[in-house]
T-cell receptor, first 116, second 111 residues
C-alpha cells in the first residue's frame, strides 16, 4: 500500500529552468494538496484540488502551476525556477467528509528542490 | 488572514521529563485542530481535536483543545529519545479541508 508517492525526491535546478513535481495517491482520495516547507515558516499551502477537475490557489501560489490529471495524480510545475523556490515540497491527500479522521491529510515523503 | 502560532520554537529535555507544547490559532470557519509529528520526512498524524475539553490520548501523548480561548496543548510524559522530532499543529478551516500550519516546535530529548 504505497499511499502518497512523490517524484523526484531530490532535484537541483538553475535559475530559469522549468520542472514538474509528480504526485500520485492510491487511497481513492478526492482532495490533493501541494505544500512547501521552509525553515521557520512551517508548511504553506501552494495549491489544492478539492476534487478531480478543480484546482484552487493556496497561500503562496505565485510562480507555480498545477494540473489534476485524474483522481490519482496532481502535479506541480515551476515554469521558471527562482532561488526563492528552494524548499522541500510535500504532496498530500485526503477524503474530506463528516466522519472522525476523514479530514486528516496523508503526506508524501517530500521532494527537496534546490534552485541555484 | 488565518494564523497558527506554536510555542516554544524549540525545546531540549532529558529523557523521562514531561513536556507541554502549545498551539494558538486565529482562523475563520474553524473545523478542527490537528497535531502531526515530523521526523526526517513526511509529517505523520497524531491527533485531531474538534470539541473543547475532551482529552485525546495515545500512550504517553495526550492533547486537548480549548475553543473558547483558541488554543491546544500537546503533552508528552516520560519522554524518550524517539520522541525527538518537530511537532506541528494545524487548524482545519472551510469546506475544502484546508490546513493552516504553525511553524512547529522542535523537541530534542537527550539521554
Amino acid at each position: 500500500n504505497a499511499g502518497v508517492t512523490q517524484t523526484p525526491k531530490f532535484q537541483v535546478l538553475k535559475t530559469g529552468q522549468s520542472m514538474t513535481l509528480q504526485c500520485a495517491q492510491d487511497m481513492n482520495h478526492n482532495s490533493m494538496y501541494w505544500y512547501r516547507q521552509d525553515p521557520g515558516m512551517g508548511l504553506r499551502l501552494i495549491y489544492y484540488s478539492a476534487s478531480e477537475g478543480t484546482t484552487d490557489k493556496g497561500e503562496v501560489p505565485n510562480g507555480y502551476n498545477v494540473s489534476r490529471l485524474n483522481k490519482r495524480e496532481f502535479s506541480l510545475r515551476l515554469e521558471s525556477a527562482a532561488p526563492s523556490q528552494t524548499s522541500v515540497y510535500f504532496c498530500a491527500s485526503n477524503k474530506p467528509g463528516q466522519g472522525a479522521g476523514a479530514n486528516v491529510l496523508t503526506f508524501g515523503a517530500g521532494s527537496r528542490l534546490t534552485v541555484l | 488572514e488565518d494564523k497558527v502560532v506554536q510555542s516554544p520554537l524549540s525545546l531540549v529535555v532529558h529523557e523521562g521529563d514531561t513536556v507541554t507544547l502549545n498551539c494558538s490559532y486565529e482562523v475563520t470557519n474553524f473545523r478542527s485542530l490537528l497535531w502531526y509529528k515530523q521526523e526526517k520526512k513526511a509529517p505523520t498524524f497524531l491527533f485531531m481535536l474538534t470539541s473543547s475539553g475532551i482529552e485525546k490520548k495515545s500512550g504517553r501523548l495526550s492533547s486537548i483543545l480549548d475553543k473558547k480561548e483558541l488554543f491546544s496543548i500537546l503533552n508528552i510524559t516520560a519522554t524518550q529519545t524517539g520522541d525527538s522530532a518537530v511537532y506541528l499543529c494545524a487548524a482545519e478551516t472551510g469546506t475544502a479541508s484546508k490546513l493552516t500550519f504553525g511553524t512547529g516546535t522542535r523537541l530534542q530529548v537527550t539521554l
